[in-house]
């Protein structure tokens, strides 16, 4: 993981521990175990092994595009794999539905991060070896570097010159040292080497920011209707990090008070009609006894107590009451629905725990509905113009077993069907707001008494993320010294005589890598000589000097 | 003037712009046919090719005995000689010579072309975001129009710099081929945004990357011109391509871009992160927008390390860079519209 070619010779295994040879006998040469680790280290740290892990990367990370990941949609994933039996378990066991988190994956930026510190540490070394010392002696011949002018100057005008060089070169940021009388040695754009370790050590910073969020980070997510709130302890899912304790976790509350939703109405043509346009949440927050009002959009998050509160999705609630044959109220209250499509067609799941036996509803929340011959009940357009509720009854148990159920569904393992008046099919109930509808068999009545919306909520805590940020910024900024800074030698020396009473001069620059400004620099260096200095017939050099 | 009318103007700037573009297309390939040597001047270009081989060779020989790694001073400090010896007879070629004058004019009418071209696409992409007041890149339609913008834009300020007669055809052919399949296949209705779209960093991330991007294809052209006129080079075929830059300009050239846009890709990646945790609430959720962003910075990555690499070649490492296009192809055209993702904002 560095930028120029000279490592990878440092890197070549066996480059300098092999035995010596003695006498005129070969001796094969033995790598003991710490020749092997070491034979293994220069490996891993050599570029090329770094290019290869860079590209295995990239295309490891693919899969995760491609098949649904758990940690994004557990549903999709779930059905994705319940729709082919025999694909499915096998690319589970490779982890395909949880890449980012494999241990495979794992292996591989892991890998690259220990390539790139055996790369960057001794480098760093080198640099900071680099900065303290004077730059290289002068080359004995500088018309074989890239680029090089031949100055010719009056005899007595040679110092003269060297010091105006230097004072030219100090001015553009070279350093400059004369190892000799009549040489003179820069360099420059140290920077560039800096930028390029700032930008590996600066990856490092991210991978501990991300690790940092994931050890010390939680996020909470919760469905609040309309009117009601919530609080750390009534969160629906709650995922802290394994380093996290129930302490730091903010004790705030947080009221839904209003929903607003907007969907387009005006744009009818391609692919915008129905699209939302504003979804606000007006809220009250809590937090140490102090109350205040609020409001959170979706990219409008609110800071409560240290921790974010997102607005991550919505729907419907539509408020329900269920009575038994007396009219006695056995449920009552918002109960939301989750939507499916654009048009928020909406599945839930009624649990009258309090009837005996069990009642349950199931089945879809329509804002705005329409029964099409073709596709039988249906949602055209996603605000709430003509709600109704499209249910299917079920009584019996509930909760077999106790076990943990989704409030989305129904779990009819124990409870069996509610058949029509005629008891020949079962029984479909179809309820439009404001509307009461007999429950078969006598079992009372269900009204959709109102339309209540609900806010998906996510409240998130992330320690890490300004490590993060942070440096990933200096990650780009090292880029772009690296990028951009070149790093050049500029020689001189004194040598030669030239046409009479004059002296040659010889400039020359060069770099490490390509680089096409060397011209430029000689010339904008030249230029800054006094022109009285400089003797005609240098320019002419110039242009064999290429 | 409503919101309707300047859609339907922004609408007609971009058919304009596109009928522009297909003549500047038709003149940059006339120019790029005048550019074949006809039969007659082709034996003479043979014999001088054959001079200049000769020539390149004996450079070569004086290059060989004068040590190809330069000199080694006392002090051990290990000197890297020029390479540049051998290209100097290609980069010193000049381009209009022995190009007649009709194809020089042709060249030039092209450049007039593509200048309109992108100002009639400029005006149209300005229309739209006046009819929606907002930026014009809430859906794929408008993000592939003004892609095609940035890199007609960069395409023509850069024009006026250097002579870039020879990349007008494989610049402005692509374009207008995104354009026709933005009309047809994508066209999105000019309307408001989504509520996770109403953000200043849509404007932030997504106008870096369409630059990016942007850079990154023009990179790609001078990419695949670089390996084709590499080929024709070692060869020593006769081509338009010898009227072209030489092999090592054109390497130059394509690094040279893609050192411009990776920084702009990290930025997007940066930016996108920032973005993603107000919109979504964390920073990176490996949606598959943000796998294939990852993937393609990975590449990028490998290709300026690879071109740094002892023992890759600067065609292997050109070949790494080309793969990073075809990963944007497949983060634009594949991911929008066959993978489940949060950033599903085509419109489609």
């Not at chain 1, 360099?187 to 940092?212: D, R, S």
């Not at chain 2, 080079?233 to 090592?248: D, I, V, W």
């Not at chain 2, 296009?325 to 489609?348: A, R, T």
Request: proline letters at 5%.
């Amino acid at each position: 993981m560095a930028t120029t070619s000279e490592h990878n010779d440092l890197a070549a295994p066996g480059a300098d521990d092999g035995p010596t040879p003695s006498g005129g006998t070969p001796v094969q040469p033995t790598l003991g175990l710490v020749g092997w680790l070491r034979f293994l280290w220069r490996q891993l740290t050599s570029m090329r092994t770094a290019l290869f892990l860079l590209l295995i990367l990239a295309v490891a990370a693919v899969p995760g595009s491609v098949f649904p990941q758990r940690n994004i949609d557990p549903t999709r994933t779930t059905d994705w794999i319940a729709d082919r039996p025999t694909l499915g378990p096998v690319l589970d066991r490779f982890g395909l539905f949880d890449v980012y988190s494999t241990p495979w994956f794992a292996s591989i930026y892991l890998l690259l991060f220990i390539s790139l510190v055996g790369c960057v540490l001794p480098r760093a070394r080198v640099h900071l070896r680099a900065m303290r010392q004077p730059p290289p002696r002068t080359p004995a011949r500088l018309e074989r570097l890239t680029a090089y002018r031949r100055l010719e100057v009056p005899d007595e005008q040679v110092e003269g010159t060297l010091d105006a060089l230097e004072k030219s070169l100090r001015r553009r940021r070279f350093r400059v040292h004369r190892h000799q009388p009549g040489t003179l040695s820069a360099e420059g754009g140290y920077l560039k080497e800096t930028g390029n370790l700032l930008f590996h050590l600066a990856l490092i910073g991210v991978i501990v920011g991300v690790a940092v969020g994931h050890l010390w980070g939680w996020k909470g997510d919760a469905i609040v209707p309309e009117g009601q709130s919530f609080a750390k302890t009534r969160f629906d899912t709650f995922a802290p990090g394994p380093w996290v304790d129930d302490e730091s976790v903010p004790p705030f509350t947080l009221r839904v008070d209003r929903f607003h939703a907007e969907f387009e109405r005006e744009v009818t043509g391609a692919g915008q009609f129905g699209m939302p346009r504003d979804f606000t949440a007006y809220v009250t927050a809590t937090e140490n006894g102090v109350s205040y009002e609020d409001e959170i959009k979706v990219n409008h998050p609110l800071e409560v107590d240290g921790a974010t509160v997102f607005l991550l999705g919505n729907g419907y609630a539509p408020v329900i009451t269920v009575r038994d044959a007396d009219g006695e109220i056995l449920y009552s209250g918002a109960t939301p629905f989750l939507p499916q499509d654009n048009n928020y067609q909406s599945v839930g799941a009624i649990k009258v725990a309090a009837a005996d036996p069990g009642l349950g509803f199931h089945g879809w929340f329509l804002p705005t509905a329409v029964i099409t011959a073709e596709d039988g009940p249906q949602s055209v357009f996603p605000d709430a113009l003509q709600p109704a509720l499209a249910l299917t009854a079920y009584e019996g148990e509930l909760f077999p077993d106790g076990r943990p159920q989704s409030v989305f569904r129904l779990n009819t393992d124990e409870m069996t069907q509610l058949s029509d008046a005629e008891g020949t099919d079962a029984a479909r109930l179809w309820i439009e707001l404001g509307e009461t509808v007999e429950i078969p068999g006598g079992r009372g009545t269900i009204t959709f008494e109102s339309l209540d919306r609900f806010a998906g909520l996510s409240v998130r805590h992330d320690p890490g993320r300004w490590l993060t940020l942070g440096a990933a910024l200096l990650a780009l900024g090292g880029l772009l010294l690296t990028l951009l800074v070149p790093r050049r030698r500029v020689f001189a020396r004194v040598g030669g005589t030239g046409p009479e009473g004059r002296t040659v001069v010889t400039i020359a620059a060069m770099a490490k890598a390509d680089d096409t400004g060397l011209d430029s620099l000689l010339d904008a260096v030249h230029d800054d000589l006094d022109p009285a200095l400089v003797g005609q017939g240098s320019r002419a050099e110039k242009d064999e000097g290429r | 003037m409503n919101a309707l009318d300047l859609a339907l103007y922004s609408n007609y700037a971009l058919y304009s712009a596109m009928a522009v573009l297909a003549l500047a297309m038709l003149a940059y390939a006339g120019y790029l046919a005048g550019l074949m040597p006809a039969r007659s001047e082709r034996r003479e270009h043979e014999k001088e090719s054959a001079l200049l081989s000769t020539r390149e060779r004996e450079e070569a020989l004086v290059g060989a005995s004068a040590g190809p790694t330069g000199s080694v001073e006392s002090s051990g400090e290990r000197v890297v000689a020029s390479d540049d010896a051998g290209s100097s007879a290609t980069s010193g070629r000049a381009l209009d010579e022995g190009v007649s004058v009709g194809t020089r004019k042709l060249g030039g009418i092209a450049g007039s072309l593509a200048w309109l071209g992108t100002i009639l696409l400029a005006v149209s992409v300005a229309l739209r975001g006046l009819s929606v007041s907002r930026a014009p890149l809430g859906n794929m339609f408008e993000f592939a129009v003004v892609a095609c913008l940035f890199v007609m834009l960069a395409f023509s300020l850069w024009s006026t710099r250097r002579d870039l007669r020879w990349l007008g055809l494989f610049v402005v052919t692509p374009v207008l081929l995104v354009l026709g399949v933005a009309l047809v296949s994508w066209y999105t209705e000019a309307a408001e945004l989504m509520p996770s779209l109403q953000s200043y960093w849509l404007v932030i991330h997504v106008t870096v990357a369409v630059i990016a991007i942007a850079i990154f294809f023009i990179g790609a052209v001078t990419g695949i011109l670089y390996l084709a006129q590499d080929k024709v080079e070692q060869s020593g075929r006769t081509s338009f391509l010898n009227h072209f830059p030489g092999s090592k300009a054109l390497e130059r050239l394509t690094y040279g871009l893609h050192v411009v846009a990776f920084p702009l890709w990290t930025f997007t990646l940066i930016a996108g992160a920032i973005w993603a945790r107000q919109a979504w609430a964390s920073y990176w959720n490996w949606d598959p927008k943000e796998v294939w962003s990852f993937v393609i910075w990975v590449v990028y990555a490998a290709y300026l390390h690879a071109r740094v690499t002892s023992g890759w070649s600067k065609q292997r490492a050109t070949y790494i860079a080309l793969a990073g296009f075809v990963c944007i192809l497949i983060n634009y055209g594949v991911v929008n519209l066959f993978f489940v993702s949060q950033h599903s904002y085509s419109g489609l």
